[in-house]
Structures are given as structure tokens and as C-alpha cells.
């Protein structure tokens, strides 16, 4: 689907006219100035005004740290997929013969694999095996006459020979590419390659739709006609690469195969294993001209039953007594349950975690990554709250998850790729129910990983991947705050009294900067319970110097009087320009709105869904009622105590409500000021971009 | 009697420095002291044989200034003060018409024979009398409907079931001093009588108000909402969400007690109240006063609550006693008919003490924790009272009946 529509972009004029509409002018625009963009990251980020990321601190240096590395072996990656066709036809090497970049390429990226390895050997194992992959490895080592005394055993000295071996087979890959080269020169792919080489720009630019369709028609036929004198040439191992391709004659493949290199690459292990793969992937493309079209299918299949489905119905009992089977945790429900929240999943909090935490060392094929185990722990004790926050730490988390991931044998990437983020994110769903920033972003992911070329390595691929990631990371949250930021900073000025609901990381930015630029006003924090996020918020501006005013939500008719604008964040804007953010906001709306007070909703666009709401009923989340039994500090309030006992009293504690429309004054975006009637505008715009959603 | 006197006093002070310290709360409980207290300094008051009105008034008023001034916000104080007023007023001008129309007319005015009496009297009489009351109040409808039967000595809001036996002593003593004083005392029984029942006079018109299967979101916790819904549950079955209320949380107290009466009870937070609000068929909240325009003061968070039930087209319905009833109009109640409770309620110091260490120059910090909030009349839909269903806009006219004119301003 995105590719289509990647395609039709370029195709079709007039499509791409629509984009100059305000918003759009800057969507249409990424093909040039993205690859400023990517290179930018990384003074940007160092530089970046460091008080102003209070919450996302932890970014900078990660990024910094794992983005330096990707520009290296990025263009390469980038290349293979705009000329696929090309090196299907090559049975031996795993790349396209233009030399220089291929040396230097394959050496860095060996490189890279060599040193996470030695860096990091035990926990690699660790991950590997906890990630299902042991039982497949262990049945290949067999298969090796390994002897096979134990998993863990295997495990340690495989990586030590893989050390070992990782060395030689550079080598030997880079004989077998320039063999390669040798048997096939084919003209069209080599050029596509030179120009890819020679605009750096485009190198760096991990966009693979619009390379891909730069090939002309003609271009194209040529790749395939020398595909097909390849396939011709190569004949006797074509045919047992088709043999892999289908997957079931794997041993026979083994045995047969063109042994040195097989051998080689096997005996490499986990980490190499990803070496081995481009070699199956990249011969599995001459068989796959229809096979890659139902591979589209399969993704597409995934895209539909996309996990982020927070909408199942939990009054629907078979379905949740499935989910329950086959959820990781055991969960028992709330008693009490309100009746109008029935379709809402409910648990008792609490009850997961000491089971979960149990379930650390496991060693379940199920078992979710370390990382992602933990991102999902912090969910559940309400560690890490907050969109972007819990956003970032889910991609952190599937970032380490992919870059500890390899392919099972018999088994095509972006197919195990994408189940196993959809187990991951059906285990973090168990932990607490995503956000639509979240569902963005995973969708995201997903639509990365099923429009990677069948061809690419799995290296490469993994790395395309994290390099999305960090990418997506960067652009759609920290860059689109400090616009944001920007933006909102005009919006403020002297003598301005401002009032802000809960703790939303976007506007503390913006009273900071404001702050920091000199500007006199006031701050009025509005905090509800039973979170009270307020008072981290009052605690941090207390500290940087501003004035602030604090009460609660009941107040807020009478905080209201005298303040002159209103800051909010937001979960999520809805294409119907309704405002779902954290519960309590949609009052402060309707107050500032009673009272003629602008209300602005500071959100990056990356939380824009597609999906309309017009109550907050349908769509929810609900905490746990006990956080509303006992009031902090006070002694007096316990009348809620044993509320479970009585039959007829319920406790609600919802997370979420929808604020309309017609109570926002603007929404702040990173691509500037809005009203909430242009959300599907940044929406529609945002579809045709084939870079997200 | 001079004995009791230094007694009042301190029974006066007394109730103004619990009044200062806030240990005496709610419209209910100060409304039943105040009365309380002005019945005593009626009953003690030396009343001259002139001016016998006057002197009431004077010190009744002298009184009710002192507990007024004690806690201004407490409306309830005021009305009931303005109430007796009224009630002595009431009186007086009954007396003096009984002293044109002569005993015959106030023994007899509960017979039968009305008319003959009219008759018997005089209509010039009866005239004299309407003209006198017309003169001292606001044309009413009751002045309206007193033209026909002149029943001068049942006044309006004084006794009107005055049993024969003190009339015939009252006849037989025709002391008018005694008379005066003894009236207005009842008239002020009859007050706190209704001051004290008025939830179960609002309660019974819950049956009109509430059917099966209706959704009521409340906020905070009232007796007359108590006992509105327990009276409602007798007959149907409903939901009922209520808002905690912080800073008071008292929400939490109603919603044991509706779950204990079987009611299905839900308890949300105040920030969700616009979340809840669209599944809501009506919110009934019960008031702290009740301004003249119509608007309302209540328990904080009650204007959010007001807004979300316009915004939904949820009848937002208050319940109220008419002691609750304020005679004036608001001017910023926001502001000036605000209570600032303490900050320690919503934030503890200890919370924020280590940020505010380098402070130069000001506090930078306020925590405001109001305890009131205005609801202006137009969000309103409807008040049940002890006296039936009334619109926010004719509550004017019931200040006009309940109230004389001159009290207004004390």
C-alpha cells in the first residue's frame, strides 16, 4: 500500500501539487532537505539548548552515539535496494560489483559486527537465545556436526569461533563479490550505483521509493533481461537457491551448496549468521518476481491486523478469554467494573508485576527482548509516563530488539520481523495499553520493515532499520518539540499570565524558553488528581525561577480569571480535530473557553491519528481505582476504603478524555500554528509522504 | 431576665469565634444557630411599650451583624437575620391591623363564615389593613389573594396555625407587647422548623424528578442530595456518578452512603467530569447559597461541572432550602464571596520547600485553594426547594416574599 502510493507521488503531477498546500509545502519538500536533515542530527543535537530537553535528556547522547556510526554503512544499504534486480542475478557475492564502495562497505559493516560482538558477546547470547533463535541454531549445529553439549555451551564457543572466523570471511567475501563481479557486469544496475555514489546526498538519504522509481522503464527491463541471462548462467545453483527459497529442502541446500562459502558463514553464528542471510535473501529474488508480489500481500495482511489495535472490545468474552490464553501474564480483572467501560480492558494493578518480574530470566521462545521486557516493566509501574517519553522508549526498546535480532532459519526477515514486533507489541499492550503515538510508531516500524526489499541483507537491513528508527526519533519528536518550541515562544509575552494542565514535556519546553528569552509572565499549573503530575512540573519551573501558581482542576473557574492563554498537550489529535490528551484537559478547555481565554494544544504531528472520536467514552483507558481510595496527606479521606466489597460502588479512574474541537484555538505543530480543522489537511499530506503513516 | 442576658452574650461570642474558626460549617448549621440565637435575644429582649418593633429590630439586628461580621461568606447567617427581620415586620404590621379591624376578626378569621365576618367588620377595615401591609411589602400574590378574605391576623409567613388556646389567652390579656413578642417567636419556631425539614419537604419531589434508569452525576456531598436520592431510590433504581470533590472529598463520604442504600454508585474524578457528562441525564448538586439573581454559589468545581452539562444539554438542577436564599445580587463572587482555605490541602510544603531556597525578592509560589465557586443563573435549569420547582429567573420574586425590602442592605 505505501509503496503504491509512494509510487503514484512521483508518478502523477498533480498529486504532488496537492503539497504545496502550507503544511504540505514543507511534507512535499523532504526528498531535498532531508538528507541536511539526517546529516544534521548530530552537532544539532549535541548543541541543542540543553535545558530545554528536560525530559528527553537521555536522547542526545544515544543518538549522537548510535547515529555516527550509521552514515558510514547507510548509503550502501540504500543502494542494494534501489537496484534489487542486480545482484539477484548474482548467485556467489552478496553485493553489487562497484569496487570501492563495496569494499569499504562490507569492511565497515564486518567491522561494526565484529566489535558488538567482542563489546558485548554475553548478553548478544543472552538475547539471542532468549530470542527463540536457540532451538533453530542448536538444529543447524547438529546439522554442522557440532557437537552439541548444551545450548549455553554451544552458544559461548560459537561466539568465540565466530570471532575467530569473522576475520577470514571478510576476506573471503570480498573474493567471492569480485568474482562475482566478474560473472555478471550488468550496465544499468552499475550506473544506478555510480549515481548513487556520486550524490552523496542521496547516499545519506535513506529513502528507498524514490531511487527505486528514478530507474526509468528501460532501465529496468535491461536489469531484468540480465537477470535472466544470469539466472541462465548460473543454472545449477539457481536452482538449489530456488530450493532455499522454498525453504522446505534447506538440509539438502546445505549439503549441496557451493560448500566453502556455507560452510564459512555457518559455523559464524549468531551474530555472523546475519552475513549469511543476504546470501539466501538476495537468491531468493530471481524466484520471487511473483513470490515478492504476495510477499506485498503478506505485509499488507499485516498492515491490516496491525497490532495496535486498542480497540479491541473487552465486553466481547471470547474474545477476551482468547486473549487471555495467550497472553504472557495472568491477569485478573477488576471487580466492580463500571458498566459503561465493560469494553475497556480493566486489570487489576499490581497483580502482573511480581509474576513479570519472575519471568525476567526466563528462557521462553516467547519471551520477550530484555529490552522491550523492560520498557515494559517501566509502563507498568508508571516509571516511564508521558507520549513521547513512553513513545521513545518503546522505539529504544525495538531499536536494541532488532539489533540483537537475526533471522531463523526458513524464515524471510521482514515476515519474522514483523510477527515478532506484533508479539512484542501485543506484550507491552498486557503491560499497559499503547497510546496513539505509540500505534504510530509502530506502525511506522512496520511499514519500514515490509517495504525493505526482499533483497537486502539482513545486516543491512537491521541497520536501514535502527537508522529509521533513530531517525524517527529525531525528526518526529525532537526536532518537531524544538519547532514547537519555537513556534509557541511567540505565542508568550510580557506579562502574560499562562496556564498549563498536568505536566505535558512540550510546554514546560516552551515556559522554559520563554523563560530563558527574557520574557516576564506568570505560570499557572493546574494538577488533578489522582497523578498529580502538576507538582513534578511546579518542582522543575520553581527551580529554573518562574512564578508559578498551582491548584487543582476544581479550581480551575476561578485560576482561569486573569490568565491570558492556555497551553496544553496532547495523546493525540483526532482527524476531527478533537484533542484526546490526559483526563482534566477537555475541562480546562471548556473553562478557558467559558471565559475567552485562547487554548493552544502544543503536539507534534507524529500524534495525529487518522480516527475520529466524539466522546470519551468509546475509546479510553482506565488506571487503577485504587490510586483514588486515599487522597495524599490526608488522613481524613477513607471512606472509599474496601470499595471492591460493596457490590454497588464503583471506582473510575480514567486516563484520557476528548476535548472538541471548537474549544482549541490553535493547535502548535512542528509545521507551524493550525487551527484543529486542518488536522486532516497534516494527515492527508502526511499519507502521501511515503516516509510515515 | 437581666440575668440571662450576660448568657446571650456569651452564647453570641461563642458562636462567632466557632463562626471565625470555621468550626461551625455549612448553610444548615449556621442558619439553625442563628435562629436559634435570635430566638433567645427575642425572648430576652425588654420590649418598651413603644416602639415595641423597633427595639427588636435594633436588636436583632445589632446581633446579627456581630455573627454576620464573624464569617461574611456564610450567607446563611444573613438571610436568616433578614428572615426574622422580615418575620417581625410581618408581625407589626398584623398587630396594627388588628388594632383597626378590633380581636373580633383575628378570633374568628379561621371560621367558616368568612364572609359574614367581612361583612360584619367593614370592608373600609379590610382596606385600611391590605392598604397597611401594601404599604410596609412588595405587592405579593398573597397580598393579592388577601383582598378577598382579608384573613389579616393569618400572616403570611408567621403563624398560621396559631391554636386557639393562646388566641383566647392572647385575647383575654390584650397585651400587644407580649403579643408581638410571643408571634414573632413562633414565627421564628416556624423558621427553624423549616430550616431543619426542608431536605425531606425538597426529598418528596424527588419522585418527579428521577425515573428508572437514569444516569445523575453529583459533585461533593449534600445532605438534601442525600436525602433527595434515598428518596428517589425507594421507588426506582438509578445510576449516580459523583465527583470527589477535592479538596473536600467529600464524594467519597455520599457515594458509601448511596452504595449502602443499593444504589449503583460510581465515583470519578473532578477532571472527568467532561468525560462522563455526555452518558449523564442530569446533574443535581446541592448549593451553599443562593444569590438573588439566580446564580449559585457551591462547592468548588461546581462551574466546571455547570459549563459540561450546558455544553451537553444535561439539566444541571440545585437543590436548595430557601434559608439558603440570599437577598443579594453578586458583584465578582468569584472574588468576594470566596473562602481561601489552606494551601496544605493541595500542596504540601514539603512537596516544593527545597525549590523555593534561592528565592530573591517575593514569594514565587502561590497555591490557591478556594472553596467556593459561582454558577451564574443561565446555566441553571432548575431549583427544587422546600417551596416547589423554581426557574433561576423568578428567584427574585421569591427574595420579594420571603424578605422586606429594607434588609437588604444591614
Known sequence: METRRGARMVIDPKVRQVGFVTPGSELGRPAAPEPPGAAAPVPVVANSPSPVIIPLLLIPDTSSLRTTPLPVPSPPSRRVVAAPPADDSMPLGSYNPSDAILGSSQGSSERTGNNDKHGSAPTDSLADMSLSNASTLAIRLEGLNVTNDGISNVLSTSTVRSAVAAAPTSVEHAFQTSSGQGIIGSVPAVSVDMAAAANPQAGIDPRPMPLKDRTSKAERRAIQEAQRAAKAAAKGVGTDIAAIADGNVANEVKSSKPSSQKKGLSEKKPAVFSDKKPVVSSDKKPVVSSDKKSAEKASEKDKRKDIPAPRMQFDDEQRVAKAKRRSLIEQTEAKNRVELFRHLPQFLHGTQLPSLESKFFHEDPLHPHPSVFQVGLQYLTREIVGGNARCIAMLMAFRDMINDYSTPMEKTLVRDLTAKINSHVSFLITCRPISISMGNAIKFLKTRIASLPVTVSEFEAKHSLILEIDRFIQEKIVFADNEIVKHAVTKIRDGDVLLTHGSSCVVEMILVRAFELGKKFQVVVIDSRPR???????????????????????????????VTRVFLGAASVLSNGTVYSRVGTACVAMVAHALGVPVMICCETYKFHERVQLDSICSNELGDPDALVEVHGRKDVYSLRGWADSKHLHVLNLMYDATPADYVSMIITELGMVPPTSVPVILREYRKVPYVM | ??????????????????????????????AKFTALLLRQVISHQRIPPSAQASTLIDAVKSVGLRMIDANRLELAIGNVVRRVLHIIREEDASLETDGVTGINLITDSDDENDGYNIAQSGVSAAAVAAANRSALRAPSLHNLLEWIPSSGATTTVGPTITDPEVRSRSSDKN??????????????????????????????QALEHIHQNEVILTQGRSRTLLHFLLEARKKRSFQVFICEGAPRYDGHILAKELAEADLQT???????????ISRVNMVIVGAHAVMANGGVIGPVGLHMVALAARRHA??????????????LYPHNPHVLLNDMRSPSEILDFGDVSDCLDDTTGGPRLRAVNPAFDYVPPELISLFITDSGGHNPSYLYRLVAEYYSPEDFAL
Open chain 1, 532 to 562: 498529580l503530575e502538576g507538582k513534578g512540573l511546579l518542582r522543575r519551573l520553581l527551580g529554573k525561577g518562574l512564578h508559578c501558581t498551582y491548584t487543582h482542576i476544581n479550581a480551575a473557574s476561578y485560576a482561569m480569571q486573569g
Open chain 2, 1 to 30: 431576665m437581666g440575668a440571662a442576658m450576660p448568657d446571650l452574650q456569651a452564647a453570641v461570642d461563642d458562636f462567632c469565634t466557632k463562626l471565625r474558626r470555621r468550626q461551625v460549617e455549612g448553610s444548615m448549621d449556621t
Open chain 2, 175 to 204: 397585651s400587644r407587647s407580649w403579643k408581638l413578642k410571643h408571634s414573632v417567636i413562633e414565627g421564628v419556631n416556624e423558621l427553624l422548623n423549616d430550616i431543619e425539614n426542608y431536605h425531606s419537604q425538597v426529598a418528596e
Open chain 2, 266 to 276: 460510581t465515583v470519578i474524578t473532578d477532571s472527568a467530569v467532561f468525560a462522563m
Open chain 2, 314 to 327: 444535561v439539566p444541571f438542577v440545585v437543590l436548595t432550602g430557601l434559608h439558603k436564599l440570599c437577598p
